[in-house]
């Protein structure tokens, strides 16, 4: 390849990220409808390592305004409100809880690598041993709150 002909194509390929960069992502954080009650303690853990990616308190970092980085960021952050969403966490059905809980504590035992890039990008999103202590007291509080009716 020429040296024209790669300045061409590395012209061309500097004006399609440009342009790329106006296609609109879904970056909305909306209103929380039911936000999930939890003690204080508990919250600030799932405020650092999951509400990122599993709530309408998304904090949008640089990188995710940036395509395809943007691209990536805006798909697992849907995901991962479609499959959990601690903002819309009232429900009617007692399934729906324990299965949430259930997901919760399986990824807290299995560790933080549910999404390893995200925790090798943002790694004081880990769970530290204590937290996930915690974590599973809270699970196991709130399933025996759940299932006596409290």
């Given at each position: 390849?020429?040296?024209?002909?790669?300045?061409?194509?590395?012209?061309?390929?500097?004006?399609?990220?440009?342009?790329?960069?106006?296609?609109?992502?879904?970056?909305?954080?909306?209103?929380?409808?039911?936000?999930?009650?939890?003690?204080?303690?508990?919250?600030?853990?799932?405020?650092?390592?999951?509400?990122?990616?599993?709530?309408?308190?998304?904090?949008?970092?640089?990188?995710?305004?940036?395509?395809?980085?943007?691209?990536?960021?805006?798909?697992?952050?849907?995901?991962?409100?479609?499959?959990?969403?601690?903002?819309?966490?009232?429900?009617?059905?007692?399934?729906a809880?324990?299965?949430?809980?259930?997901?919760?504590?399986?990824?807290?035992?299995?560790?933080?690598?549910h999404?390893?890039?995200?925790?090798?990008?943002?790694?004081?999103?880990g769970?530290?041993?204590?937290?996930?202590?915690?974590?599973?007291?809270w699970?196991?509080?709130?399933?025996?709150?759940?299932?006596?009716?409290?």
């Amino acid at each position: 390849m020429s040296a024209s002909a790669f300045r061409k194509a590395a012209s061309r390929l500097v004006i399609g990220l440009m342009i790329v960069q106006f296609i609109p992502l879904d970056r909305i954080n909306p209103p929380e409808p039911s936000p999930v009650e939890a003690p204080e303690a508990v919250a600030a853990i799932l405020k650092k390592s999951c509400f990122d990616c599993h709530s309408f308190r998304t904090e949008w970092s640089a990188p995710a305004y940036i395509a395809p980085v943007s691209w990536a960021a805006s798909a697992k952050v849907s995901g991962g409100r479609s499959a959990l969403n601690f903002s819309e966490w009232d429900t009617a059905d007692p399934a729906a809880v324990e299965h949430r809980m259930l997901a919760i504590r399986k990824t807290v035992l299995e560790g933080s690598g549910h999404q390893p890039l995200y925790y090798v990008l943002k790694p004081q999103s880990g769970l530290s041993a204590g937290e996930s202590t915690l974590l599973l007291n809270w699970i196991d509080t709130y399933d025996r709150e759940t299932a006596q009716g409290i």
